[in-house]
């Protein structure tokens, strides 16, 4: 079993360790850096939003605030241009809180859904590669991302993208309506 919160905070709070971050290509940042002080452990961890479904966002959301969906998955888009070219959401229709909740007949069809969307974000072209992550930490209610970044730029590889998402201004917000238009007709020719 891991150490608890109290025993790994005991350990490591007065040992963090600074990577060297000024070796690594994707590292987003330039000058002096020092970790963060860790906090100590709390007492329990804060309830996410739309906790047991309970004033959920995407519960409540209807169709139209999606740019596609299906019997039982829906997927969206930010309101506005991210600095990366596509970042899409996947939600399930219903309410579920982990990947593991899922019955076996909608977590296969997850796995088939997580596939034919990053097919169909890679085809709108110029996409190096579609990260598909889950994190889960924020809201409860089910859901990956789609992160793609560009091609042929090997600064932007790897876990930091969702960094660069934040520091690359934001695409135009023509090509980017055009982009996820594209990647909707994609998936509707699929
Ligand atoms: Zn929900």
Redesign the pocket.
Known sequence: MPETPEQLYARVAADLRMPPVETWDTFPFDGEMRPRPLRPPVEREEPRE?ED?ID?Q??SALDDEYVWTTDRWRLRSFDRPTGLPIVLLLDSRE?YAEPGDLPDELAAELGVMLSRIERAIRSIGEIGRVHVCRWGDGG??LHWWFMARPARTPQLIGSFAAVWDEILPPVPEDVWRADIAAVVAALEAD
Do not use: I, K, P
Request: aromatic share 0%; with cysteine.
């Open positions: 739309g479904g959920c995407s519960c309410h409860e209610h």
